[in-house]
């Protein structure tokens, strides 16, 4: 059993910049793909950015592709999302989340076995 916890959402404006932090229990977070959803009001969950388990490759939706950046430190059992020139449709609650099997970062909602309960982002103008 693993537990997700994300933090770091707040209100931003337009353009401006978080930084989520989404931390994993247990000794072995290296052990999962983990990956970022968000769900705005009304809208299905969508994938975001996923990363492997070592960390040394990444998977973005073209949508933050070049404004965010995915990370983990496995030691602190962290994943990381650093969002920048952040827009209004970037509003959202955004959810870590934890792959157990595969070698391919899923993209969707399906392929994860964990969830955190969410952090909301708003941007505003």
């Known amino acids: 059993q693993v537990q997700l916890v994300e933090s770091g959402g707040g209100l931003v404006q337009d353009g401006g910049s978080l930084r989520l932090s989404c931390a994993v229990s247990g000794r072995f977070t290296g052990t999962y793909i983990m990956g970022w959803f968000r769900q705005a009001p009304g809208k299905e969950r969508e994938f975001v950015a996923g990363?492997?388990?070592?960390?040394?490759?990444?998977v973005y939706a073209d949508s933050v592709k070049g404004r965010f950046t995915i990370s983990r430190d496995n030691a602190k059992n962290t994943l990381y999302m650093q969002m920048n020139s952040l827009k209004l449709e970037d509003t959202a609650v955004y959810y870590c989340a934890a792959q157990s099997s595969g070698l391919r970062i899923g993209q969707g909602v399906g392929n994860y076995d964990y969830w955190g309960q969410g952090t909301q982002v708003t941007v505003s103008s």
């Open positions: 990363i492997t388990r070592s960390g040394g490759a990444t």
